[in-house]
């Protein structure tokens, strides 16, 4: 199965900050990966897909790039509303979906 | 619009089973996989195994392959997940998803079922 890391597991960060979230696979997933937004108690929530797609709905703030092994998630101005968790998913060698570990963006 | 509604919450002995069920509305259901992924307590998400439900055809995880089933009722639009001989590490939040190939996102989610497993 292909591997997916994040980076960092966490953050801290306030209103206005750009934050940006790493996600690594252990091989190539083209573009088959996906972030999504996880507040306590909530299903997750899907954000971008094919690598850099926004999902209708999702502000313009969140953005995303990359291809093959290395891939980043983006808000360019946090707000309230942000602070969950980010899992970034790979759909590439389906089955199985594989996930990263999560980043929890925290309140600074 | 699209729904994906689970059924409730369940506390289970270990060794038992659980059927978690997944009903789908606001869209064509046999067009759409049907995905599960759990969420133990303070834990990441893990992919426990999915349904063409045009088909039937079913995928499992390696690591549930000889536990797990996973069936839809197309007349109904629902899709069930039964888990057995639980055990107490298998206490989750239990969600669906949908997506529209198998190499799709899942970009409909169920609200989650939590299954406790506990003597």
């Known amino acids: 199965d292909i591997q997916m890391t994040q980076s960092p597991s966490s953050l801290s960060a306030s209103v206005g900050d750009r934050v940006t979230i790493a996600c690594r696979a252990s091989?190539?997933?083209?573009?088959?990966l996906q972030w999504y937004q996880q507040k306590p108690g909530k299903a997750p929530r899907l954000l971008i897909y094919?690598?850099?797609s926004l999902q209708d709905g999702v502000p313009s703030r969140f953005s995303a790039s990359g291809s093959g092994t290395d891939f980043s998630l983006t808000i360019s101005s946090l707000q309230p509303e942000d602070f969950a968790t980010y899992y970034c998913?790979?759909?590439?060698?389906?089955?199985?979906?594989?996930f990263g570990q999560g980043t929890k963006v925290e309140v600074k | 619009q699209v729904q994906l509604v689970q059924s409730g919450a369940e506390v289970k002995k270990p060794g038992a089973s659980v059927k978690v069920s997944c009903t789908a509305s606001?869209?064509?259901?046999?067009?759409?996989?049907m995905h599960w992924v759990r969420q133990a307590p303070g834990q990441g998400l893990e992919w426990l195994g999915m349904?063409?439900?045009?088909?039937?055809?079913?995928s499992y995880a390696q690591n549930f392959q000889d536990r797990l089933i996973v069936t839809r009722d197309t007349s109904t639009r629902t899709v069930f997940m039964e888990l057995s001989s639980l055990r107490s590490e298998d206490t989750a939040i239990y969600y669906c998803?949908?997506?529209?190939?198998?190499?799709?996102?899942?970009?409909?989610w169920g609200q989650g079922a939590l299954v406790t497993v506990s003597s």
């Open positions: 606001g869209y064509t259901f046999t067009t759409y996989y």
């Open positions: 349904i063409n439900t045009g088909n039937g055809a079913t």
């Open positions: 094919g690598a850099s």
């Open positions: 091989q190539s997933v083209i573009t088959y």
């Open positions: 998803a949908r997506a529209r190939v198998m190499a799709a996102a899942g970009d409909y």
């Open positions: 998913q790979q759909s590439y060698s389906t089955p199985p979906w594989t």
